[in-house]
């Protein structure tokens, strides 16, 4: 299976595995593409603290698993 955002492939087992922790649907993207997601989703939840991509670099916590 190929990765949902941007086609690349195929994706682990690691990454075939990842389930949105809301839905239990499976995300079916690539760890640069689920990291991605996932720094986007934490910039718009805590957009008040103004997070510079340095900042987002020392938040090591993920939001699905």
């Known amino acids: 299976m190929r990765c949902r955002a941007c086609n690349s492939g ?3 087992d ?3 595995s990842r389930k949105d922790h809301k839905t ?6 690539c760890n640069t ?3 991605i997601s ?3 989703i934490i ?3 805590y ?4 997070l510079d ?6 938040l090591e916590f993920e939001l699905f698993n």
Do not use: F, I, K, W
């Open 10 to 12: 195929p994706l682990s």
């Open 14 to 16: 690691v990454e075939l």
């Open 24 to 29: 239990g649907e499976h995300l079916d993207l």
């Open 33 to 35: 593409c689920y990291t």
């Open 38 to 40: 996932n720094r986007a």
């Open 43 to 45: 910039a718009q939840e």
């Open 47 to 50: 957009e008040s603290l103004y």
């Open 53 to 58: 991509e340095g900042q987002l670099d020392d």
